[in-house]
């Protein structure tokens, strides 16, 4: 048989063979290679730079978890938000990669001791010192997901866009023609003739007949018409509709407590004060003068004599100091003690313990029913998201709302209600769903269409599905329902009117030659001399801050009218009074410095696009999508 088969191997027809599974070996084993041959496999080409997908993955990823550590638990990312996310990462990449060519064309660098010096000079990367600390900034890395390669090229490209930009915005100036008049412009102020017209003051009209507020209903259909409403059935799948499948023996809180023991009590926390100098002699000077009576300040002193310094580290557990040695020295003195000289890559260090919070640990006695209810929710939430795949999966095949629901033994609410969540009684409908997941419901309630077939959708811890079965439309109520409110509305709309009337009678006499105080005396009203005052409304006192714009954009002797919070109010200018830049240095500088800065910001943005547009940007849009690690 094995002769045989070495024959067979010796013919063509057995190399053939051998050869084609090669080939196909090595084909499937490359496939990603022989597939994109000859296809540009970067997702973005800036000049003859290539920004590779994963880079620009890893960028977005880094942007996501910044974000995400910035909004805490209100940051819940959807596809839209990942796309954004994923395209301003993408932008910062491009602008890094054209500022870095446009250093390389005019010859500009970022020496390694500059960079150095940079990477020294942040104050996040510094330990309990004040120092460079290699442990935070090896954190640091670890956190960001950065080599420190990669991390040194984002700091000389930030030294090189300090240079190119430094010198971009250094062509700046605050012009005097306009920083003067500016702010003249601002710092104005002007004096006002002001009368006020209140609705309250108005007559009372007569009393309105029932076809006039009929016809003041329709006119008004938006204020007296019922708001839309959804005849829809939810089905709620959450850990509280489950809380009775769900049991929760002594063992397992036993076994709880064990794994949560740490979340149950609190570690020893020490008051520190902390001395660092480079060498064992300072530090044992400090540490007798320490013990000897001596205060933190004159700790300090002494530590800066000696090239070092000292500071109140406030109260920490062990885990927060970071060097094992530290740590020890620290946590084994007795309150009140001062530590023996610690050696560490950072120097001496010295420490007194000002007080000591001993760690505190609650039984489970105290947490039985707190841990009883984490632990039944945890189990629950297992169980919902199993329950909802088999729901979901019973909708996709055709089961209707109330099948399902009876199935899997689900709380169905059937209800007529508004985007408010109420009935057509106005009575609050209950939903079977927690309170911060109320607003969420309601409104994909009124997002769904009529007829579409219900699917499951997670919301918080719970899942929801929603049929819709009717909307009923806005409606004019019932003139019987709303005739008080009619009433009252139409007598305040009577009043308004004839307060504005009676304004605008006050306005046109001035426009027709006569004071502001002559045309209120004959209607009977009082005007009142008001300012000067400023554009601010802060600081316009009891000028109606409605009429503070147009004041300023009415001439000396003019009036102008403004409706109020309670009514109306006609207002005359009687002076402006003009600001001398030159009066007031300080000012000047502060609007001399607000300029420059914002001509700086227009000119490095135009400078970037620029940039920008000459360095042959190509981006691939079929990788976009693949941006975000979607």
């Known amino acids: 048989m094995l002769t045989a088969m070495r024959r067979l191997a010796g013919t063509w027809f057995a190399r053939l063979l051998f050869l084609l599974l090669v080939a196909s070996f090595a084909i499937w084993g490359i496939e990603d290679v022989v597939r994109?041959?000859?296809?540009?496999?970067?997702?973005?080409?800036?000049?003859?730079?290539?920004?590779?997908?994963?880079?620009?993955?890893?960028?977005?990823?880094?942007?996501?978890?910044?974000?995400?550590?910035?909004?805490?638990?209100?940051?819940?990312?959807?596809?839209n938000i990942r796309r954004a996310v994923g395209a301003t990462a993408l932008e910062r990449l491009i602008g890094e990669r054209v500022l870095?060519?446009?250093?390389?064309?005019?010859?500009i660098v970022a020496p390694a001791d500059v960079v150095r010096d940079s990477v020294f000079a942040i104050p996040g990367l510094r330990g309990l010192d004040g120092s460079f600390s290699r442990q935070v900034f090896d954190s640091f890395l670890r956190g960001n997901e950065l080599s420190e390669g990669q991390f040194l090229q984002i700091v000389a490209d930030d030294v090189l866009r300090q240079q190119l930009l430094g010198a971009v915005r250094a062509g700046s100036a605050g012009p005097d023609a306009m920083t003067g008049p500016l702010l003249a412009w601002a710092l104005q102020r002007r004096?006002?003739?002001?009368?006020?017209?209140?609705?309250?003051?108005?007559?009372?009209?007569?009393?309105?007949?029932?076809?006039?507020?009929?016809?003041y209903q329709e006119n008004n259909a938006a204020r007296f018409s019922s708001p839309e409403y959804r005849e829809a059935s939810v089905l709620v799948l959450s850990p509280e509709t489950l809380a009775g499948e769900v049991a929760v023996s002594d063992a397992d809180l036993e076994q709880a407590y064990e794994a949560r023991r740490a979340a149950f009590g609190t570690p020893e926390r020490r008051a520190l004060e902390q001395a660092v100098v480079p060498n064992e002699a300072a530090a044992r000077a400090i540490a007798e003068a320490w013990r000897g009576g001596a205060d933190l300040a004159a700790i300090e002193a002494q530590a800066r004599a000696a090239d070092g310094g000292a500071a109140d580290l406030g109260l920490l557990d062990r885990a927060a100091l970071p060097i094992a040695d530290v740590a020890a020295a620290a946590f084994s003195a007795e309150p009140g003690a001062v530590t023996d000289p610690v050696r560490s890559a950072f120097g001496w260090h010295v420490l007194k313990v000002a007080r000591v919070e001993p760690a505190t640990q609650r039984s489970l006695a105290e947490v039985r029913d707190q841990l009883r209810r984490e632990v039944a929710h945890d189990r629950a939430l297992d169980v919902a998201y199993e329950r909802a795949n088999r729901v979901e999966d019973a909708l996709a095949g055709g089961a209707s709302l109330a099948e399902v629901g009876t199935r899997f033994s689900l709380p169905i609410v059937a209800a007529t209600l508004d985007a408010n969540g109420r009935d057509q009684a106005n009575a609050v409908v209950a939903l079977?769903?927690?309170?911060?997941?109320?607003?969420?419901?309601?409104?994909?309630?009124?997002?769904?269409?009529?007829?579409?077939?219900?699917?499951?959708t997670e919301m918080g811890d719970a899942f929801v599905a929603i049929e819709v079965r009717g909307v009923v439309p806005p409606?004019?109520?019932?003139?019987?329902?709303?005739?008080?409110?009619?009433?009252?509305?139409?007598?305040?709309?009577?009043?308004?009117?004839?307060?504005?009337?009676?304004?605008?009678?006050?306005?046109?006499?001035?426009?027709?030659?006569?004071?502001?105080?002559e045309a209120a005396a004959e209607a009977g009203l009082t005007g009142e001399a008001m300012g000067p005052f400023t554009r601010?409304?802060?600081?316009?006192?009891?000028?109606?801050?409605?009429?503070?714009?147009?004041?300023?954009?009415?001439?000396?002797?003019?009036?102008?009218?403004a409706e109020t919070r309670d009514g109306f109010a006609v207002a005359q200018v009687t002076g402006i009074v003009p600001f001398d830049p030159a009066s007031d240095a300080a000012a000047l500088g502060r609007v001399r410095t607000e300029i420059e800065q914002s001509m700086q910001e227009e000119l490095e943005q135009q400078f970037a696009a620029a940039l920008r547009a000459r360095s042959n940007v190509r981006v691939n849009t079929q990788m976009l999508e693949q941006v975000t690690g979607r």
């Open 36 to 79: 994109n041959f000859g296809r540009d496999s970067a997702v973005v080409r800036v000049g003859d730079s290539a920004i590779e997908l994963p880079e620009a993955q890893m960028a977005a990823r880094r942007e996501m978890a910044r974000i995400a550590r910035q909004l805490g638990n209100r940051f819940e990312p959807d596809d």
């Open 100 to 107: 870095r060519q446009e250093a390389q064309r005019m010859g």
């Open 191 to 215: 004096t006002a003739e002001v009368v006020r017209v209140a609705r309250a003051d108005m007559p009372e009209p007569e009393a309105p007949t029932e076809t006039q507020l009929r016809r």
């Open 432 to 456: 079977p769903i927690a309170e911060a997941q109320r607003a969420d419901l309601l409104r994909a309630v009124f997002a769904a269409r009529q007829g579409d077939a219900p699917r499951m």
């Open 475 to 517: 409606a004019l109520r019932p003139f019987e329902s709303v005739e008080d409110a009619l009433r009252t509305a139409y007598v305040a709309d009577a009043r308004r009117r004839a307060a504005e009337e009676k304004a605008a009678g006050l306005l046109a006499a001035v426009r027709g030659g006569k004071t502001l105080a």
């Open 536 to 561: 601010d409304p802060a600081l316009a006192g009891t000028v109606p801050q409605e009429l503070i714009a147009p004041l300023f954009e009415t001439k000396r002797g003019e009036a102008t009218m």
